[in-house]
């Protein structure tokens, strides 16, 4: 189906976070990198949460929710130090972060503010040990060019990244926190971009800027972008986290579709006539019904001593099996407040029923118990009375906002492209000056001096690739995103290789190496210089290089020419070439003598099959016409 999204007033703002490539993190010297394996320190926190942060759904509730986690830290002495366990001040910003995010906002023409104040932003879910995140805005009022059109950027703001989640177990969440005080630079859009495709666009477009400094890390997990969306008598929908570029504009879509479905629902369920006051909070207690069941999660709940608890939506059957994006339904919705709110496993609810082992008998005795009508939807929860009856309130709530339409929600992206409940919107977040860091003032030198380094904007970069170098557009295109893109221009300034080739095997070749599963990055950029220096003296030939740099990204320690000596891929000289090519003639004297037409393919095919890597085809060709033509 064909979607007209400027008709249905869709608007999309963008909030792009990438990871700075920086020697030290924000705050301290710690290596702003993460670590694998076990922990050499952990501990314990208890969270804290403050009045002001609390959800709008049930404030209440999510306040009693967020005070009985327990957070366990786990950290190593290379990425983390007293800093990120909050037992010591901040230092003073690193500057190398705060000269990148310059940068950044001056080839996004933006308003750069006079001194930098480092603020506190409530954090309440853990991931930062002191309950706060570190953030300062650093430039207003910028603009891009997408295309034709001019995106505003509204601001452009350094922060530090916060830990990472990496496990939950009942009430204990698991953070890491070595993740915790990378530099992260925000780039934040106006809502005005119109449709799937336009998103990607901008995303595209500010990627290319940040990469063009040459201090953004990457790879998957340094750049997460988040997303407002609204489309009109929808919501305004805040998505956090999505990881990859290419699933842009299929969120986007998504959300639409999934908000335009849930307003049909919304139109369906008001012209039955369901009120929100016929949601009720009243739970039945139903564990009697499936005493005997063949169902296995509710039998492992019995076998806990939990029970089974159900709650009556009127009117709504038929409503929780309709499906808002691929395979997400309004019932996954229900089962995901459920899980939010009353930290259960999910829900069962009669529009799925009889499966999962529930027999058309049960759902009988069940309907008989709660006095349902046949149009009437039922919704279980097998848990502790407490948990199952908070998972159910969550429930009924989300049937009241399905009467009302969209409910505003913070969303967080899955890996298809699709959303799931994350938690309430929370109201505009306070911010507090961080009396700990002294404010900075952007001189006329530091100014001076970025201005001076200023990197070409993207456009101009293409540009110039393609005219100096003879590049076509894709290879320009794949040399300007590389992170070789800086090598390139030295290795051709340098060497008198061919542009095209060294760019080809840059992109394309590095590609397909990483594709095999080769480690380039254990290759230097020093080394890979040398590798084309020798190429261009004609030392090496361009069919060994490929070989050579696979060898070296397994020898890291090895240098290029022990690589060519243990291959055995030196460039052979003319004398040696040429005995090669007498000693095949020689022992082909035969066809040699009858054919020297025929002779010459199959002499090629030898030499070649010998020299492969250590000569080059033409040299050899010619060389053999030569021969053979000397030959009597
Ligand atoms: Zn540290």
């Known amino acids: ?80 130090c007293l800093v990120e366990m909050d037992e010591e001040p901040p230092h003073p910003l690193n500057m190398e972060a705060v000269e990148t995010v310059l940068t950044v906002a001056l080839m996004m023409n933006a308003e750069l503010v006079d001194e930098i104040h480092v603020m506190r932003k409530t954090v309440i879910d853990g991931s930062n040990t002191t309950g706060f995140q570190r953030t300062c805005i650093i430039a207003m009022n910028g603009e891009i060019k997408v295309g034709e059109k001019t995106v505003p950027i509204q601001t452009i703001c350094l922060e530090e990244d916060a830990a990472r989640k990496t496990g939950r177990e009942g009430n204990l969440i698991r953070y890491r926190i070595d993740r915790l005080g990378i530099p992260l630079i925000e780039v934040t859009t106006a809502p005005v971009i119109h449709s799937p495709k336009e998103a990607e666009e901008t995303a595209l477009t500010i990627g290319k800027i940040l990469r063009a400094t040459g201090k953004v890390k990457r790879g998957l997990g340094t750049i997460r972008q988040d997303l407002n969306i609204s489309i009109e008598n929808g919501a305004l929908i805040e998505i956090k986290g999505v990881q990859e570029l290419e699933l842009l504009p299929l969120v986007v879509k998504y959300e639409v579709q999934r908000q335009l479905n849930l307003i049909k629902i919304s139109e369906e369920l008001k012209k039955i006539g369901v009120k929100e006051e016929d949601v009720k909070e009243e739970f039945f207690d139903v564990t009697e019904v499936f005493r005997n069941t063949n169902c296995k999660v509710i039998r492992k709940a019995l076998s806990q001593n939990k029970i089974v608890l159900a709650l009556k939506l009127p009117k709504f059957k038929g409503f929780l099996k309709r499906e808002l994006v691929p395979n997400f339904r309004l019932g996954t919705e229900m089962a995901d407040y459920a899980r939010f709110w009353g930290k259960v496993g999910g829900i069962f609810h009669t529009d799925e029923l009889p499966a999962y082992g529930i027999t058309k008998e049960e759902v009988e005795a ?161 080394k890979i210089m040398e590798m084309f220096r020798l190429l261009g003296k004609g030392e090496l030939f361009k069919e060994a290089m490929q070989e050579i740099f696979v060898w070296l990204s397994k020898h890291e320690k090895e240098s290029v020419q022990n690589a060519i000596k243990a291959l055995n891929l030196k460039a052979l000289s003319k004398e040696e070439l040429e005995k090669i090519i007498n000693d095949t003639i020689r022992s082909n004297e035969k066809i040699v003598k009858e054919n020297k037409a025929k002779a010459f393919g199959l002499i090629m095919g030898i030499v070649m099959k010998e020299v492969r890597g250590k000569a ?7 060389l053999i016409r030569q021969k053979l033509s000397e030959h009597p």
């Open 1 to 80: 189906m064909e979607v007209n999204y400027e008709k249905l007033g869709l608007k999309v703002g963008l909030e792009i976070h990438q990871q700075l490539d920086t020697s030290t993190k924000l705050f301290c010297n710690c290596k702003p990198q993460l670590f694998k394996g076990e922990p050499e320190i952990t501990f314990l926190r208890r969270l804290r949460p403050t009045q002001s942060e609390l959800g709008q759904v049930d404030p209440a509730a999510y306040f009693e929710f967020q005070k009985g986690l327990k957070i366990l830290y786990e950290a190593n002495s290379e990425t983390s």
């Open 366 to 526: 069940l309907r008989r118990k709660v006095k349902t009508e046949n149009q009437d939807a039922i919704v279980l929860v097998a848990d502790s009375p407490e948990n199952a009856k908070d998972a159910l309130k969550a429930v009924a709530e989300r049937a009241r906002q399905a009467i009302r339409g969209v409910p505003e929600e913070t969303r967080a992206a899955n890996p298809d492209g699709t959303t799931r409940y994350m938690r309430p919107r929370p109201g505009a977040a306070r911010m507090y000056p961080e009396t700990d860091i002294p404010p900075i003032k952007i001189t006329k030198e530091l100014l001076e001096k970025i201005k001076t380094a200023l990197p070409e904007l993207p456009e101009q970069k293409l540009k110039r690739l393609i005219e100096k170098y003879g590049l076509n557009m894709k290879l320009a295109n794949q040399i300007m995103d590389s992170e070789y893109a800086e090598l390139f221009e030295i290795i051709v300034k340098e060497t008198k290789v061919q542009p095209t080739t060294v760019a080809v095997f840059l992109t394309e070749t590095m590609k397909a190496l990483k594709r095999e599963g080769v480690q380039i990055e254990k290759v230097s950029k020093d």
């Open 616 to 622: 080059d085809a033409s040299t050899v060709s010619q």
